[in-house]
């Protein structure tokens, strides 16, 4: 069995400040996580990935999330937020036998300018 | 770079009717998946599809769901009879060989029902 939660449902912060999203997951299996991003009304795109190489993970647009076993997490960070960044963020953990996803509620990031 | 196609990116049909959403996943995958993401609110999990046949599904996928990859490239999902409540975002995704762990996920078919 596998969930995730995500610990903020709202993060609002001003542009050119950093950025942390917050998620913690419950895997049976080792897990891979993921975030994805979803801007208003278009698809899901793959921020980063972890599974189980180095514990600190870049992705794209200057994103990254470090995982720590001991805490059950994988938050997101990035240290200057922009514009283009307002969107919705979902941590997703995924059975590596079976592949499937499941996802947390989201959190949505609003970035004032 | 491959990537996962979805059509129609929008369908309206009226309650009771049948629809099929299709997808086109990344060609050497082998491990294709639907979730639904009504608005608002999360993404679920409908279906896993291995091997042509249903790995696993979700209380969500009753009977009036089926799925379907009738010839090498397409994946299909299909809504017997539409009810109100099945107006959601459906997203296709695939996954490479076993062993492999990212899915890859379409652009979505926003399916309304009226």
């Known amino acids: 069995a596998q969930s995730v939660t995500q610990l903020d449902s709202h993060v609002s912060v001003s542009e050119g400040t950093p950025v942390l999203l917050r998620c913690n997951y419950s895997s049976s299996y080792s897990p891979s996580l993921f975030w994805y991003v979803q801007h208003p009304n278009k698809g899901l795109q793959l921020l980063l990935k972890?599974?189980?190489?180095?514990?600190l993970v870049k992705g794209i647009n200057g994103f990254e999330a470090e995982f720590k076993k001991s805490e059950t997490s994988f938050h997101l960070t990035k240290p200057s937020a922009h514009m283009s960044d307002a969107a919705e963020y979902f941590c997703?953990?995924?059975?590596?036998?079976?592949?499937?996803?499941?996802f947390g509620d989201g959190t949505t990031l609003t970035v004032k300018p | 770079e491959p990537e996962v196609t979805q059509t129609p990116s929008h369908q309206v049909t009226q309650m009771g009717q049948e629809v099929i959403l299709r997808c086109v996943p990344i060609?050497?995958?082998?491990?294709f998946y639907w979730y639904r993401q009504i608005l608002g609110q999360k993404v679920e999990f409908l279906v896993s599809f291995y091997n042509n046949e249903i790995s696993e599904k979700s209380e969500i996928f009753d009977d009036q769901f089926s799925v379907e990859r009738p010839d090498g490239s397409n994946f299909t999902l299909k809504i017997r009879s539409t009810k109100l409540e099945d107006s959601a975002m459906y997203f296709c995704?695939?996954?490479?060989?076993?062993?492999?762990?990212?899915?890859?996920f379409g652009p979505g078919t926003r399916l309304t029902v009226l």
């Open positions: 972890y599974t189980s190489a180095a514990t």
């Open positions: 060609s050497n995958h082998l491990y």
């Open positions: 997703v953990v995924s059975d590596p036998i079976a592949g499937k996803s499941t």
């Open positions: 995704a695939s996954r490479g060989p076993w062993g492999t762990d990212t899915q890859y």
